[in-house]
């Protein structure tokens, strides 16, 4: 039997719907509709909005916020996020990219969930119907939403296009489940020493994490293979990497330092 | 149940029907509508053998809602062929000798149409990007890819 969808003009009013207990908001379905399928009996009902503002994408200078339905596919074409394309083109083959919003994208468990360790990167705010979070709070407390009612929007500083790096492995190409993702915001100096850096893992532990010693094992030094080797010495540190049918979790920490050393030094 | 009004054009007609609420569409189209071209394999959103192209858009009918569909245009394998004569991506997917067990199909052909309409002379590496959601446990992929690009050959021919 199939569950009943129940459709509000604005997020407000499915906020409020969805507290009721349940039922699960729908975005492009590639979550919860899969789950449904799968039998997910924690699922009673679908919540959405069809709310056009939840689709928009707005630049404005070096701000951009992108509408929490707004999906990958979108994201990829719009011209004004070209260097953050490669994170949006990770997800999925093109049936899913013109399906998986963002929203979505921030609640997908490990190994999906590739667009959302870009935005930890770039330090997005993500806004929600009652409340705007930093995205390192937001996932940590990801499965609690009370207080914060359904994510709207996402909006984060565009990165220069030398600042920001990502990168996906997949055994399966073009398209393949993660054995895990890294995006990086590096910023350098005059000397191309590393000012600052932001670095969000994919696959190293249930979502999205920041490798905050390797942020600072990275700050003042240069990006060469001497100046990157204490960073690539910690990387791993704090994580706990999943295990699946694409790799075990030794597997992937194993390989982490090394594709870290490439992203660094590509 | 109660079942809710869905309106929304179906390879060109316009079709009005009663569903159950939360129905997808995969499961309107097979069982409702009698449109058994798009293929039930994972129903997670991996194999695309029941991709569909909504609006303009690849998409997997296995996800989406029926009721999310009310006034978008549909099209499904069934509606390419036109008065007998089959779409080029058909054509060439069949002189090709790519079907192989050709449960994959449809969706190939709606993953190839897509690209097609908005690219219409792509790359091999457009043709293998287009069709990386869809899974083909023949192994079957150059056949597939050669066909498709064949298709476009001919699209271009025909056009010049």
Not at chain 1, 103 to 115: S, T
Not at chain 1, 173 to 193: C, E, N, W, Y
Not at chain 2, 34 to 50: I, R
């Amino acid at each position: 039997m199939s569950l009943a969808l129940s459709t509000f003009a604005s997020a407000k009013e499915a906020s409020v719907a969805l507290n009721e207990g349940g039922a699960h908001y729908l975005g492009g379905g590639t979550l919860v509709v899969r789950a449904v399928n799968e039998g997910d009996i924690a699922i009673t009902g679908y919540v959405r909005t069809t709310d056009p503002a939840l689709t928009k994408i707005d630049v404005s200078g070096q701000r951009a916020r992108i509408g929490a339905s707004a999906t990958m596919a979108s994201i990829a074409r719009c011209l004004e996020l070209e260097t953050i394309w490669r994170a949006a083109k990770a997800v999925g083959g093109p049936a899913i990219r013109n399906m998986a919003t963002v929203g979505g994208n921030l609640f997908a468990p490990a190994p999906y969930g590739d667009f959302t360790v870009a935005l930890l990167a770039l330090g997005a705010t993500v806004h929600c119907a009652d409340a705007d979070l930093s995205i390192d709070d937001f996932l940590a407390d990801r499965d609690n939403s009370s207080g914060r009612g359904i994510v709207t929007a996402v909006s984060f500083d565009i990165p220069a296009a030398d600042s920001f790096r990502f990168l996906k492995v997949s055994r399966v190409k073009p398209k393949g489940v993660s054995v895990l993702s890294i995006a990086t915001i590096i910023d350098t100096d005059a000397q191309g020493v590393v000012a600052n850096a932001r670095i969000g893992l994919g696959c190293m532990a249930d979502r999205p994490i920041r490798a905050r010693a390797a942020e600072a094992a990275l700050k003042g030094q240069p990006l060469t293979k001497d100046g990157i080797a204490q960073a690539v010495a910690v990387i791993g540190e704090g994580t706990d990497p999943i295990t699946d049918p694409i790799a075990s979790g030794w597997y992937r920490g194993e390989v982490l330092p090394v594709h870290f050393s490439r992203l660094l030094l590509s | 149940m109660a079942r809710i009004p869905v309106q929304f054009r179906l390879n060109g007609d316009d079709r009005a029907e009663f569903i159950e609420s939360g129905t997808t569409l995969f499961h309107a189209l097979r069982d409702t509508m009698g449109d058994m071209s798009p293929k039930g394999g994972c129903h997670q959103g991996s194999c695309g053998a029941c991709s569909v192209i909504i609006d303009g858009e690849l998409r997997l009918s296995c996800l989406t809602l029926a009721e999310t569909c009310e006034g978008a245009e549909i099209e499904t394998t069934a509606g390419l062929g036109q008065d007998g004569v089959l779409h080029p991506v058909q054509r060439a997917i069949l002189d090709g000798f790519a079907t192989q067990c050709g449960f994959c199909t449809p969706g190939m052909v709606m993953a190839a149409k897509a690209l097609l309409d908005r690219t219409p002379n792509p790359s091999r590496e457009d043709v293998v990007e287009a069709i990386s959601g869809n899974i083909c446990r023949c192994t079957g992929y150059e056949p597939i890819i050669a066909a498709v690009l064949a298709a476009a050959r001919s699209n271009s021919q025909n056009a010049g």
